[in-house]
């Protein structure tokens, strides 16, 4: 027989999964000071790629050129998520995955593993743990069928850290990570400064990172193929960045979102762009990203969106257009149709694709 306090749970549980909206969890009150919150999404995404860019499940800074042109179609499930939230007065942890774990056999079962995306502990003005960093601004990443929407203009990384917010302002130290170079000599944290401004006409942060990157040298002498790899010695460099990005209010319910990165920001943009060192170089990055949605009515809208990134030591160039539309058939259900290309400019390949979503928020 149910208590009357398992009976309050079920009702307020029933309630807030009627009135909850698109990205919101369900919260289950155990007591005044603890409470149980979950949420995520079941995404399904059909995908044809066409043209000399090989084939991927959604398109990132880092890009294959094919001899000659190919098609394929996919149909898969691996961007669904699930999150759990655990709050206990001041103190929230926080942990959520998704299917882009690798692994998935499409001859039979197509078994994705999971993976960590998030999971960090909350207390008061301070974050610990892996989430995305501080040099990031989610709130201007555009509305897309393909994953995040042209990754080549966007800061786009989660990793652990230690974060302070007071106020509009945030800084962290976040893990070091010399992409190309010596990674057995990163023993300095990286360094984000972000300031955030936000008001009825939208949002917009400036950031900057500051971080110690380590070249490989190796002994060109050394003929043995298990040691010729080997760093024999490092030499630290300073690397500076910035970024501009935010989400301006418009007309109604539309919005222009952007975002403008340039200096040594290696890894933190593009998906896989460019590397942090191109041999004993610092990488320097041009990047950005323009979208504007515009709502045709309450529940119908569209995207169209620009990035770009090139790289100054390694030459490397990538862009990025597409255009979609997005319905809600219910509050929790949408659905969407996505057309773009990808394109690798410095070796005159791209690729058109066509994506259609479907995404029921838990």
């Known amino acids: 027989m149910f ?45 044809y790629v066409d ?71 909350k207390y008061k003005d301070v974050v610990a743990g892996q989430t995305w960093s501080t040099f990031m601004n989610t709130s201007a990443i555009p509305e897309s069928a393909d994953f995040a929407g042209a990754t080549v203009g966007l800061v786009f990384i989660r990793q652990g850290q230690v974060r302070y917010t007071m106020g509009n302002f945030q800084v962290a130290l976040e893990n070091p990570e010399t992409w190309g170079g010596d990674t057995a000599n990163d023993n300095v944290p990286d360094v984000v400064a ?89 990488e320097e990055t041009t990047a950005y990203l323009a979208a504007y949605r515009h709502y045709w009515n309450e529940t119908l809208r569209s995207t169209v969106l620009y990035g770009s990134a090139k790289a100054d030591v390694s030459g490397l160039e990538r862009s990025q257009w597409s255009i979609n539309i997005f319905e809600n058939l219910t509050k929790q259900l949408a659905v969407g149709f996505e057309v773009g290309q990808f394109k690798i400019d410095e070796q005159n390949a791209d690729s058109n694709y066509a994506q259609l979503s479907m995404q029921y928020v838990l």
């Open 3 to 47: 208590t009357n306090k398992f009976k309050k749970l079920l009702l307020t549980t029933s309630l807030l999964a009627a009135t909850s909206v698109a990205q919101a969890g369900y919260d289950i009150e155990l007591s005044d000071e603890d409470k149980i919150s979950f949420g995520g999404y079941i995404k399904v995404d059909a995908r």
């Open 51 to 121: 043209g000399d860019v090989a084939y991927k499940p959604f398109w990132t800074g880092a890009g294959t050129k094919l001899a000659q042109d190919a098609s394929q179609f996919n149909i898969f499930a691996n961007e669904t998520r699930f999150n759990m939230k655990y709050t206990h007065g001041d103190v929230m942890g926080f942990i959520e995955m998704d299917f882009w774990g690798g692994g998935g056999n499409e001859i039979v079962s197509n078994s994705a593993n999971p993976r960590i995306r998030h999971a960090f502990i």
């Open 194 to 282: 972000r300031y955030n401004l936000k008001g009825d006409w939208g949002s917009v942060s400036f950031s900057a990172l500051g971080r110690q990157v380590n070249s490989c040298v190796k002994d060109s002498t050394d003929m043995n193929i298990n040691t010729m790899n080997n760093c024999v010695d490092s030499n630290s460099e300073t690397a500076i960045g910035g970024s501009i990005a935010g989400r301006i209010n418009t007309i109604g319910k539309d919005d222009f979102r952007f975002q403008f990165h340039q200096g040594e920001v290696g890894r933190y943009v593009g998906v896989g762009f460019t590397k942090d060192m191109v041999g004993e170089k610092v």
